[in-house]
Structures are given as structure tokens and as C-alpha cells.
């Protein structure tokens, strides 16, 4: 029984120490997304060449977001594209969406090798990049993930510090009698 107890305390620890790390990572991507969202917005907004080019898609995904009765309310498409701009060659990510009440879904016939349209702009470092979505729910949530974060990881402090206090008294309790 007494390294059955063991195991289970072993294991107890394991997923205090997980559940620490998880929201240890929770604040830092919602630091990382904040900073990087707003970084990218900031380097747009002053950017001193914007323009559109057609891009070549060299990949693309399509997810099909449903409701309760199995509807398709949204289909997401994702397009990793290449560009030419003054003989240098710059890869982007693009994401559009198609709703079924404008179902003029344009973007269903596109296959790889096809060419679209991008807006894109010039970096301070005299790159390019495409320009960003600037969506404000991706936004919303690195800024939920932050307290979620901080909560997870306060908690299992405090679970962990109970834990070892309690583990220490009962040692002690022992070492006394």
C-alpha cells in the first residue's frame, strides 16, 4: 500500500508541475500575440509603400466551421503564397473566410499554382510582408489567456506550497513522536 500512496503522490506532483507549466505558457503566448499583433499593426501603419501584388498559392488548407445541426455556417481558407517584388522572392500567410449568406464563394476554385491578389507592405527592414488581418478576435483572445494564465499558475502554487507545508508537518509529526 505504501508505494501504491507513493505512485499517486508521484503522479499528483507530475500534473501540479504540468498544469504550472500549462499556464506559464498560456501568459506568455498571450504576451507574445500582443506584443507581435501590435508590433505588425505599428510597422503597417507607418510603412511608406503599400501596395497590391499577385501572389502564387504553393499551399492551402480549408476548414469547415459547423453549428449544433451540423450547418455550415463559415468555410476558412488558409493560403501560404509566394510574391515577386523587385526580383526577391517573400512568402505570407493569408486567411479568407466565405459565409453562406454572400455564398459567392470565390475562393472555393482556387488550387495551388493559382495567382491572387494580396495588399502587401514594406517593412522598416526593407522587406515585405502581407499585410496583416488585424483580427480582433485572435486579439481578444491573447488577452484572455494571460489572467486564464496567471489564475492556473497562482492556483497550483498555492496547491504545490499547501502540499509540501503539509508534507513537512507530517514528517515532522513523525520525527517528534
Same mark, same amino acid.
Given at each position: ?12 506532483f ?6 504550472l ?12 500575440? $500582443? /506584443? ?8 503597417? @501603419?507607418?510603412?511608406? %509603400?503599400? =501596395?497590391?501584388?499577385?501572389?502564387v &498559392? ?12 451540423? $450547418? /455550415? ?8 503564397? @509566394?510574391?515577386?517584388? %523587385?526580383? =526577391?522572392?517573400?512568402?505570407?500567410? &493569408? ?12 475562393y ?5 499554382g493559382?495567382?491572387?491578389?494580396v495588399?502587401?507592405?514594406k517593412?522598416? =527592414? ?19 489567456s ?11 502554487s498555492?496547491?504545490?506550497v499547501?502540499k ?7 514528517d ?6
Amino acid at each position: 500500500m505504501g508505494k501504491k500512496m507513493n505512485k499517486e503522490k508521484k503522479n499528483d506532483f507530475l500534473y501540479d508541475i504540468l498544469a504550472l507549466l500549462l499556464g506559464v505558457a498560456m501568459i506568455a503566448v498571450g504576451l507574445w500575440g $500582443i /506584443v507581435s499583433s501590435r508590433i505588425e499593426s505599428k510597422e503597417y @501603419k507607418n510603412s511608406s %509603400d503599400i =501596395k497590391n501584388v499577385s501572389a502564387v &498559392i504553393y499551399s492551402f488548407s480549408k476548414h469547415e466551421e459547423k453549428d449544433d445541426n451540423n $450547418i /455550415v455556417e463559415c468555410i476558412k481558407y488558409d493560403f501560404k503564397v @509566394k510574391f515577386d517584388v %523587385d526580383g =526577391k522572392t517573400y512568402k505570407g500567410r &493569408i486567411e479568407k473566410r466565405a459565409y453562406p449568406r454572400k455564398w459567392e464563394d470565390k475562393y472555393k476554385k482556387l488550387r495551388t499554382g493559382d495567382s491572387i491578389d494580396v495588399e502587401i507592405y514594406k517593412t522598416s =527592414k526593407g522587406s515585405y510582408k502581407v499585410s496583416p488581418e488585424g483580427n480582433p478576435a485572435d486579439f481578444m483572445l491573447y488577452c484572455f489567456s494571460i489572467p486564464v494564465g496567471a489564475l492556473i499558475t497562482v492556483g497550483m502554487s498555492i496547491d504545490i506550497v499547501r502540499k509540501n507545508s503539509k508534507k513537512a508537518k507530517d514528517d515532522s509529526s513523525k520525527t517528534d513522536k
